[in-house]
C-alpha cells in the first residue's frame, strides 16, 4: 500500500490557521472549558464583554495617539517605531500584561479590527491596524492626522 501524498504548504497553512484561530471562533473540537469564561452563566458573561469595551473605549479616549499592543508583537513594534520617526509617542496599552487583556481582545475585535493588535486610536478614534496605518501613512493622510499630537523637537 503507498503512502497517501503530504499535505501540500498551502494545506498545512490552512490547518494550521484553523487551529489557531479556532479559540476565537468558536470552531473548536476541544471539549475542555475555557478557563476565562468558565462559570459565567447568561448575563454574567455578557458583563464581561461589556466591561472590555467599557476599559477600551475609556483608555481610547484618554489620549490622542492610543496604541493596544501586545509585547511580543511585531507589528506592533513597527507601528511604535513608525510613530515615534513622525515625532508622536503614543500611549500604548500591553494588552497581554493587562489583567483585563482578554476582555480588551474580543472588545477590539468587535469594534472591527482584523486582529486585536496592533489597534490604533487617533482622537479617541479607531483608525485600524497596521495596514491602514501604513496606506495611511503612504498617501499622505497620517500626519495630518498626527499633527495635533507631534512633540516639539
Known amino acids: ?52 469595551m467599557d476599559k477600551v473605549t475609556r483608555l481610547a479616549s484618554e489620549k490622542g495617539v492610543v496604541l493596544f499592543s ?19 509617542t503614543p500611549t500604548v496599552h500591553e494588552i497581554d500584561q493587562d489583567p483585563e487583556g482578554w476582555e480588551m481582545e474580543k472588545a477590539l475585535m468587535r469594534l472591527g479590527c482584523n486582529g486585536p493588535v496592533p489597534a490604533i486610536f487617533i482622537g479617541g478614534k479607531l483608525v485600524g491596524s497596521t495596514n491602514e496605518v501604513m496606506s495611511l501613512h503612504l498617501s499622505g493622510g497620517l500626519m495630518p492626522m498626527l499633527k495635533p499630537y507631534q512633540t516639539l523637537c
Request: one cysteine or more; charged letters at 25%.
Open 1 to 52: 500500500m503507498e503512502n497517501p501524498d503530504p499535505p501540500s504548504m498551502k494545506e498545512e497553512l490552512l490547518s494550521l490557521h484553523i487551529r489557531l484561530l479556532a479559540p476565537f471562533t468558536g470552531s473548536s473540537k476541544s471539549s475542555s472549558p475555557d478557563p476565562i469564561t468558565e462559570g459565567f452563566e447568561g448575563g454574567d458573561f455578557e458583563d464581561l464583554a461589556i466591561f472590555g
Open 70 to 88: 501586545k509585547s511580543s508583537c511585531c507589528m506592533c513594534y513597527a507601528v511604535k517605531i513608525l510613530f515615534q520617526e513622525l515625532g508622536v
